[in-house]
């Protein structure tokens, strides 16, 4: 599904929300060809910004290794940092794996957020 809304930028000051997907899932878990889950949060505002995890391009980010914690390391935690210095606020929504990855985060980064 291709909407032209989904790739304009959120108005400057914008909550950002990260959506995590479940392991070997993509954006498209949380959309389906009747409805987005991603369309609408932006429709609500929200700078909505979605996270592939390291399984599903494993050849060409090397040899890692497949424990929660690596997820945690090298996939989410370098994006929340990320957008955390650019939103002013910051939510986290995991289906699946992706849940199971958020609530793993260290409290250093976990309590740095808005919602969860």
Same mark, same amino acid.
């Given at each position: 599904?291709?909407?032209?809304?989904?790739?304009?930028?959120?108005? #400057?000051?914008?909550?950002?929300? %990260? %959506?995590?997907?479940?392991?070997?899932?993509?954006?498209?878990?949380?959309?389906?060809?009747? *409805?987005?889950?991603? /369309?609408?949060?932006? #429709?609500?505002?929200?700078?909505?910004?979605?996270? #592939?995890?390291?399984?599903? *391009?494993?050849?060409?980010?090397?040899?890692?290794?497949?424990?929660?914690?690596?997820?945690?390391? *090298?996939?989410?935690?370098?994006?929340? #940092?990320? %957008?955390?210095?650019?939103?002013?606020?910051?939510?986290?929504?995991?289906?699946?794996?992706?849940?199971?990855?958020?609530?793993?985060?260290?409290?250093?980064?976990?309590? /740095?957020?808005?919602?969860?």
């Amino acid at each position: 599904m291709h909407d032209d809304n989904l790739s304009r930028p959120a108005a #400057e000051g914008a909550p950002g929300l %990260l %959506l995590c997907p479940g392991f070997i899932q993509n954006r498209f878990a949380f959309e389906v060809p009747s *409805h987005s889950l991603v /369309r609408y949060l932006r #429709e609500l505002g929200f700078a909505v910004h979605v996270i #592939e995890l390291h399984g599903r *391009h494993r050849k060409q980010l090397g040899r890692r290794g497949d424990a929660l914690v690596d997820y945690v390391e *090298h996939d989410l935690q370098p994006v929340i #940092e990320n %957008l955390l210095e650019r939103h002013p606020r910051v939510g986290y929504l995991g289906h699946s794996m992706g849940g199971l990855i958020g609530v793993a985060l260290p409290t250093e980064v976990s309590s /740095r957020l808005s919602a969860m």
